[in-house]
């Protein structure tokens, strides 16, 4: 055991915390980073100036509390979001992982589980255990899909406090049917499920791809979460939010600390939603290039998964790890998710797509690839 763990051993941890790893991802200094699904166009010049403009006028009040109740952004958020959705219906928080924190600190608890299939976005066990919630794993197909009556199936034997199903899904980038959502809240109506669908990277789905807003009327125990960090570009400013049942807003509001939502972040996300347009331009473009991988990657005789998100999980490598040191050592960054024969990479900008694939293609002809 190193040094620090065992001063961390001597402290009077929490027994459900011992030998736990905190969440992380390489933070590398390489040219070209892919690794960990950030909008790589960043803010475009306009909103970054509207943003300045907003956060300059917050700053003279800084010496008042802000809007306990951030009413003007969730005004904004509900007609963003549009499926007749009210201020009533809308929680925002720095970040999605605090808004999941904060369902959780309201359901969840000790004697009480929540039920992940993985593989799926790694933070849920961790925000479990932060709460002392009991994480429970489901399982998936062999392809990593996940249908309607095996979720529902799972979800009647275990009998889950709160189900997370993620979609598109962290790591694989594939899309739930809104069938799975339906059979999950229906199964779970037992235990009293809060069913969380986490669409995180809803707006790069393929246009016909619906959201789960669409199944929140007369459901109230279903709860969509988004963020700002991905198609907005604002992943450095921690803003995330949901929709559901007022009453579900009602109770997060119990937990929540005082004013948990600065008057700078308040003032950041209104005016990236007032200057929408240009960002949503940005993802048609990164939705481009995540196609232009799957199909590089397919061309190189790879096996990507269908993609509704920013990035592309794909495997069919005899060394990914391999593979992935490789491309560091080209200057480029992507993540291994620990999957067998799998790696992850977020779709770039044009030119850092182009150094990827080639990067790749290289690698796997045996070739030592250009330093990007």
Not at 67 to 88: C, K, M, N, Q, V
Request: hydrophobic content about 45%.
């Amino acid at each position: 055991m190193s040094e620090q763990l065992e001063r961390l051993d001597r402290l009077p941890l929490r027994d459900n915390l011992r030998g736990l790893s905190p969440y992380g991802a390489p933070q590398l200094d390489v040219p070209i980073l892919l690794n960990v699904n950030e909008n790589t166009h960043g803010v475009p010049s306009d909103v970054q100036a509207a943003i300045t403009e907003a956060v300059a006028k917050a700053a003279m009040g800084l010496n008042r509390y802000p809007d306990r109740e951030f009413t003007e952004l969730r005004e904004a958020l509900a007609e963003y979001l549009g499926h007749g959705l009210s201020p009533e219906n809308i929680w925002a928080a720095n970040g999605s992982n605090e808004v999941l924190q904060q369902i959780l600190q309201a359901f969840g608890g000790p004697g009480r589980t929540a039920l992940g299939f993985p593989p799926t976005y790694s933070m849920y066990p961790l925000l479990a255990s932060g709460t002392d919630t009991a994480y429970i794993t489901g399982v998936r197909a062999d392809d990593y899909g996940l249908d309607a009556a095996s979720a529902a199936a799972q979800v009647r034997e275990l009998q889950p406090n709160i189900v997370f199903l993620c979609s598109p899904n962290n790591p694989t980038g594939t899309g739930l049917g809104l069938d799975v959502v339906e059979a999950v809240y229906e199964a779970g109506e037992a235990s009293q499920a809060i069913v969380i669908v986490d669409e995180a990277y809803h707006e790069f789905a393929h246009d016909d791809t619906p959201s789960a807003l669409t199944l929140l009327p007369g459901r109230e125990r279903l709860i969509v979460s988004r963020t700002m960090s991905k198609a907005f570009a604002l992943a450095g400013a921690r803003v995330g939010y949901l929709a559901a049942a007022p009453e579900v807003t009602d109770a997060i509001r119990l937990v929540r600390l005082p004013y948990h939502l600065s008057a700078v972040t308040q003032a950041t996300a209104l005016a990236a939603l007032r200057h929408r347009e240009a960002l949503m331009a940005d993802v048609e473009d990164i939705k481009v290039q995540r196609d232009r991988i799957v199909d590089g990657l397919t061309r190189l005789g790879l096996k990507p998964a269908a993609s509704d998100s920013n990035y592309v999980f794909f495997g069919g490598l005899e060394n990914p790890h391999a593979v992935w040191q490789g491309l560091l050592d080209a200057g480029v960054l992507i993540r291994d998710v620990g999957i067998p024969g799998h790696l992850r990479v977020t779709a770039g900008t044009e030119a850092e797509t182009t150094a990827f694939l080639e990067a790749l293609e290289a690698l796997l002809d045996g070739r030592t690839p250009a330093r990007a």
